[in-house]
């Protein structure tokens, strides 16, 4: 921990240069840069709650809500690493909620954010495992961890490069919920304490299934749409051309880049399949003749799913380990996806079970997309919905509200 310190205070300027430039290309708001380093305006924060972006905090709102109704004497204060998070947030006025940036892991800024919010408690969703934070939270409160996953690789990477930095953090953490089997032998190898794991959750599991808003009047039938939800570079190649074997099928894709700041990359991709594309970001609507619509925007994603009759999930076809099926199945959109999955690999195998999903490798897909009739994509998609159990967080909740401090009198 001393040299994580060390480390973080040495690289205090640079990280101040880059919120700086943030600032500058509107990637963050007014106040942006001073929420970073913990500063501007607070308030009284009794839990400090933190997802790193959009898609987390999502997610996360029912638990959000449901400590709110819970424990009203605790004002939360969520923050995030993304603006578009914290944005949203913000729009979701609940009373007794606040939404800043998170502050950066180093000492200062976790102080400061610290002396502004007073917060009694830390709780944090999946994988936002930051030392300076867990530290100096667990020495005035309890620190929760929801829905956290350790994949096979991070795991060894931890024992490689900073075991003593890893089960540091493990040990001041008061309760820890685990995605899955795996994860939960994972952080008790690395050091939680066993009394500590807390009931599994896997936050996107309780996404309830109700009609998200669409961005705008869809130029075809959701049959005739396919999404490409959160590709990584190397797969919109691969998506593009399964997606021209299909025009039979499909009429357009939306292709929804993990990473907006791929756009430019991503448009490359689309220009050399000679396929016309309207961008999202530009305020482009796609019409009858649009065959790709590039959705390089934030926050979005719920609509492309209620939009799109199949989802092709994106990091399934290289080594990011695949996206969530529950979002997909939860707006009804079949779901086709490559070998990786580790991400979410009990739900992939629910789903393989009821047959609910069309695994495919890469040089397959467009064979596969052909043969995805309207009747087919309506089948997968109730199977889905029937094989991926919703999330039951009564035990959860109550395990999270016995570590909590509890209330005066």
Known sequence: MILYRSLMRALTPFLALHAGLQRLRGRIGPGGVAERFGRGAGGVGGIWFHG???????????????????????????????????????????????????????????????????????????????????????????????????????????????????????????????????????????????????????????LVAQPAALPFTPPHPRARILLAASTHEGEEAVILRAFAQARAQFDLLILAPRHPRRSAEVAAAIRAESLPFATRSAGEVPGPETAVYLADTLGEMPGWYAMAGATVIGGTFGPAGGHTPYEPAAQGSAILHGPGVANFTEAFAALAAAQATLPVRAERLGAALAGLTAERQADLAARASGALTPADDAALMASVLAVLPQPKG
């Open 52 to 206: 790193a972006s959009n898609g987390e905090l999502t997610s996360a709102r029912r638990v959000i809500e449901g400590l709110r109704a819970a424990r009203p004497d605790l004002p939360i204060v969520v923050t995030s690493n993304s603006w578009t998070a914290r944005a949203m947030v913000a729009a979701w006025a609940m009373p007794g909620v606040s939404a800043r940036l998170a502050p950066l892991d180093t000492p200062g800024a976790v102080a400061a954010f610290r002396k502004r919010w007073q917060p009694g408690a830390l709780i944090f969703v999946e994988n936002e495992l930051w030392p300076e934070r867990i530290a100096q939270m667990a020495a005035q409160g309890p620190v929760v961890c929801l829905g956290a996953r350790m994949s096979a690789g991070s795991a060894r990477n931890w024992r490689r490069v900073a075991p003593g930095l890893i089960g540091g953090m493990l040990g001041r953490i008061a309760l820890l919920s685990a995605q899955d089997a795996a994860s939960e032998a994972r952080f008790l190898a690395l050091g939680l304490p066993s009394g500590r794991l807390g009931p599994r959750l896997m936050l996107k599991a309780g």
